[in-house]
């Protein structure tokens, strides 16, 4: 997905400028990579799950 090579290049960027090791920086891409593509597939999947609830009448009192 798209959004998740967003979340690599972020990490990517926030490791190298920490200097952080090899292995911490493939760890710290991989997550960031994984939440960023999940919480953007759960918001778009939840949008598309509350555009079909019906809509509460309104009174009019």
């Known amino acids: 997905m798209l959004l998740d ?7 990517a960027v ?6 952080v090791q090899l292995w911490t920086e493939i760890l710290v891409e991989y997550v960031l990579g994984f939440l960023f593509g999940w919480t953007v597939f759960q918001a778009l999947f939840h949008e598309e799950q509350v555009r079909h609830l019906p809509r509460p009448e309104s009174s009019g009192t």
Request: glycine share 24%.
């Open 5 to 11: 090579g967003v979340g690599f290049l972020v990490a």
């Open 14 to 19: 926030i490791t190298y400028n920490l200097g």
